[in-house]
């Protein structure tokens, strides 16, 4: 790619950056807007409507940045809780790594590459020729100025290990003072059993109690059941919806709207009074869910979740084997009562074996698939394949506005177009694998959501001369680092290009939230439902983290490469500071907390880019010509792994689970508070199935409201 033709694709970027800037300036003004841009501070009664017609309004301003700024971490704390904290710390060390290697990278070894004669530059045609001269391929072969570049790596290598750590460190620490500073809840004193084994005596509620009150007596407090209730869960769903459609009806003030057809659309059908129609149905529906309930007694799914009196008598009952063969009483972490999911807790052991097996399949069938499109994103970026691939376009493609628009902006478009399908593949992959949280979900969404963008951006793109035509490289080990060494710097115009395309623009857009502004606009003009229904979203950490970590790998891949990157990457990550704690403090609502077990996989996945620099960089000091510094540089990748081996065991039990001394340091303090005796009293209903309890959307007050089953205890 040319110089031309990256400042095509950066100024067209820029400019819809500051497109949704001023839009999102002016569209938050609007009252009419606020579910949209400040849903969270709308649902919390926080925001002042202001219906006054005033210039302001229609004038763009900054102010926002300076909101988001100023609330300090303890503030965005109590906002988002750890793990939007946790997040932000995740951007905050990727724009530190950044701007270190920006400095080191711009200021010594940019200045080496672009001076070097390796390849030929026309200094009165520069913006024609090839970004290559920005890199380390330019720099001669044998070159003594190679040292420079092997000083760096190990410089930036310590730097990053070290942040690495601190960070690490932090965040555990952050981690038990979050756990020390909260109140009593419910995840906290029980774990969910699954494989109850069927009795011929009793039932899987009376197995449950004997085996515990038996082996437990003096820890064991109560348990509840889990039901099959797919079915009611359904006919609840639909019962809310006809009771926002009959709240919405009794709000209006137009009798006109009360009547109405009721077949599709509201076009076909008798013509009805909708008041009476719809309050009907709701109790045609809460009867329908009583009756399904009623059908549920004895009919058990063989989990529980089983509560203990103290924290340290759950985790004695999470840590040790229950049952003497290991497939039956399993004991798993319960997680919050909001962050169950519900449909998976019917899946046995081999279901859930096979899902895993299915999911993986799955995974691989998906990236192989999406080669497609990265082999016609690389075919863009070559103006001469293109022409072979389509000789009619050769006059169109000599047009110089129109080349540079295809292989400068063109191709990351494409990418970012079918990578927006991915996350939501990925979120139901994860979900058919046995997990019971929502959380569980987003975890193993993000790790293979990170894995992917890893191969299918990053190798499948920087090897697409080599991987897809050798796959036996992987067989060839010793080959690995020259194969990279060859074709990853050859490929840094096209990551500066998506950096900015999909770095820049998707991260401005975050803040412009054009889909949700749709979906609202449409709702007013279609929907009969009252404005005041809608769900406050929560950050999509599956698919935010990998992408923040893709930028990572980027730079630090190409921080000796092709330094010329790394500014592209400041803008980015400045961006992403500003906007995701704005979001985070207006827009989304946690849904779970998990206490900051993100960030082992920020860990992992640096680590991993790590090693990649250093394998690239034993390929590119042999290629060189400088063997010392390519036998040099083997020992770093053993070294960073050495470290990462002694972080895992410093302080990754920390997130797997809360240490003894600090549940009982905690049970002790509890004991004088009366909150544990009230949660002690709630743990009874705190875990039944919200399918269970009793309805109350048509409001009436007899006993057809009255839950069916009661817990167990």
Known sequence: ?????????VGINLGLCFLFFILYSILSKQPGNADVYAPRLVAEGKLEQRNNFNLERLLPSTSWVSRSWNPSEEELLLRAGLDGVVFMRIIIFSLKVAAFAAVVGLCALLPINYMGSQIFIDFSDLTNKSLESFSISNVNDGSKKLWVHFAAIYIFTAFVCYLLYVEYRYISLKRLAYYYSSEPKPEQFTVLVRGIPKSSTDSLSGSVAKFFSEYYPSLYLSHCMVYHTTKIQKIISDAGKVSRKLAHLKSTQKASQRFGRVGFCGIFGPKVDLLDYYEKKLEDLEEKARKQQSLLSGKEVPAAFVSFKSRLGAAVALHIQQGENPTEWLTERAPEPRDIYWPFFSASFLSRWIGNVVVVFACVILTILFFIPVIIVQGLTNLDQLETWFPFLKDVLNITFISQVITGYLPSLILKMFLYLVPPVMIMLSSIQGYVAHSQIARSACNKMLWFTIWNIFFANA?????????????????????????????????????????????????????????????????????????????????????????????????????????????????????????????????????????????????????????????????????????????????????????RKRFLPVFKGYPAESMIKKDRIDENNPAVSDLHEKLISAYQDPALKPTRFSGRTDGHNAPLLASEV
Request: hydrophobic share 50%.
């Open 1 to 9: 790619m040319i110089l031309s033709a990256l400042l095509t694709s």
């Open 463 to 647: 090897l697409s001369g080599s991987v897809l035509y050798r796959v036996n490289i992987f067989l060839e080990p010793k080959e690995i680092p020259t194969i990279l060494a060859v074709a990853v710097p050859g490929q840094a115009t096209f990551f500066i290009t998506y950096v900015v395309t999909n770095g820049w623009t998707n991260t401005s857009s975050e803040l412009f939230r054009l889909m949700p502004l749709v979906s609202s606009y449409m709702g007013r003009i279609f929907s009969a439902e009252t404005g005041e229904n809608f769900e406050v979203p929560s950050l999509p950490y599956s698919s935010e983290i990998p992408s923040i970590l893709l930028f990572g790998l980027l730079g630090i891949t190409y921080f000796f490469l092709s330094p010329l990157i790394l500014p592209f990457l400041l803008v980015y990550y400045c961006l992403a500071y500003i906007i995701y704690r704005h979001q985070l403090l207006n827009v989304y609502s946690p849904k779970f907390e998990t206490g900051g077990t993100f960030w082992p996989i920020v860990h992992n996945a640096t680590v991993f880019s790590l090693v990649l620099m250093h394998i690239i960089a034993v390929g590119i000091f042999g290629l060189k010509q400088v063997p010392l510094a390519s036998a040099l540089t083997t020992p770093l990748p053993i070294i960073t792994l050495l470290f990462n081996s002694y972080c």
